[in-house]
């Protein structure tokens, strides 16, 4: 590998996200043109990308200070199931449904940050059985059924109750109707939209300025350090697991409001979506590197790439190929070392296996002795 290639490694590791992102859409152009390029289709893949980019930032902060959480996409049922019977049994208006679905799921995630911090249990191990545990419980509270949040009444109209939760994510509710805000997509600015980009902006702010987010990346970087530096690792563990918790509460509504129905397998793969996001985004896996605004340029890459390749009509299996492809690079693109150490690796074993009597071209020859 040449010394020119290894310098620009780490620059196209930093702007991964902004090349791919650039690159995805380009090939969705040139290849679909105007079926790409319109309003519809861009309002339809934001619906999708709206609970993804969510759950992945959320996944950003477990990420960083080196955990992994794989129960968002269960939760995300949890929180969309919990919203649907709040809907249909008891009549609550959104305003009431969101934080009871927020307050459940950061429940959940306080349970995976106390298991893994408190029992010391890893971060994959607790979270996989809380994945397994929350779709156990979705699955028991909607007898294994999906659960519609479109009410009629007995006039066969939709109910004022049922209209206000759709707000959550149908298009043509632009939450800005008569003003002069510009119109995004086909209908309007709507709620996914809203929250995908204050959430951004307050967990963006959270990292870059707090003392909280400070310690997060210690954590990630070296918790032992970051003890003996007085950062209480245990409560940093417990609050990123529970702040992921938490945006699932907020994930499941918009799903659910989008399809119209509160299904129990609901965001089944959703958290390796999150991961990827958040890996194409720049983060490191082994914690201490990320952020909010890398993840949700790789959650965009997601989805339109998941958009460009079902209009060109490539099959779901070749789909998840390429999405692992994708992930591939982008860690080796992050990881220049890889190269490098491969390239010092085999100096290394051309030395060992030269003769022991023949000098090694890079290393000085013993002067000759005086007579």
């Not at 980009?197 to 003392?211: D, G, N, P, R, Y």
């Not at 460009?308 to 390429?322: K, P, Y």
């Amino acid at each position: 590998m040449t010394a020119s290639f290894r310098r620009v490694l780490p620059v196209l590791g930093s702007l991964q996200g902004y090349i791919g992102l650039i690159l995805i859409v380009v090939i969705g152009i040139w290849t679909k043109g105007e079926q790409f390029a319109n309003a519809d289709n861009i309002t339809n893949a934001i619906g999708y990308f709206a609970p993804r980019a969510i759950l992945a930032i959320g996944m950003t902060l477990v990420i960083i200070a080196a955990g992994i959480d794989l129960s968002v996409g269960a939760l995300l049922a949890v929180g969309g199931t919990t919203s649907a019977l709040l809907l249909t049994d008891h009549g609550l208006a959104p305003w009431a449904i969101l934080p009871i679905s927020m307050a459940v799921c950061a429940a959940f995630g306080f349970v995976n940050g106390a298991g893994t911090a408190l029992l010391r249990i890893q971060s994959f191990v607790m979270t996989l059985a809380m994945m397994t545990i929350a779709r156990g419980i979705v699955r028991e509270a909607s007898d294994n059924t999906s659960i519609g949040t479109t009410l009629i009444d007995k006039n066969g109209q939709v109910t004022p109750v049922s209209k206000s939760f759709q707000k959550l994510a149908t298009p043509g509710n632009n939450l800005f109707a008569g003003t002069d805000i510009p119109l995004i997509g086909r209908d309007g600015i709507y709620f996914p939209v809203i929250a995908v980009i204050v959430i951004a902006i307050i967990f963006q702010l959270v990292l870059s300025k707090t003392k909280f987010g400070r310690h997060v990346y210690a954590v990630g970087g070296n918790p032992t350090a970051a003890r003996l530096s007085g950062v209480n690792v245990t409560w940093v563990i417990i609050a990123v697991f529970t702040i992921s918790g938490l945006l699932a509460g907020v994930a499941g509504p918009i799903n659910a409001a989008y399809n119209a129905s509160a299904d129990p397998q609901a965001g089944l793969g959703y958290e390796l979506d999150a991961i990827a996001a958040v890996v194409i985004g720049g983060a490191s896996l082994a914690g201490g590197r990320g952020s909010v605004i890398g993840t949700s340029v790789g959650a965009l890459i997601l989805t339109f790439l998941d958009n460009v390749l079902g209009l060109n009509n490539v099959s779901a299996n070749w789909q998840m190929i390429i999405k692992g492809l994708i992930v591939i690079a982008a860690v080796v693109i992050q990881r220049p070392d890889l190269f490098t150490g491969a390239a010092e690796r085999a100096r290394t074993r051309m030395r060992r296996d030269r003769a022991p009597d023949e000098p090694a071209p890079d290393q000085p020859t013993s002067p000759p002795e005086p007579s």
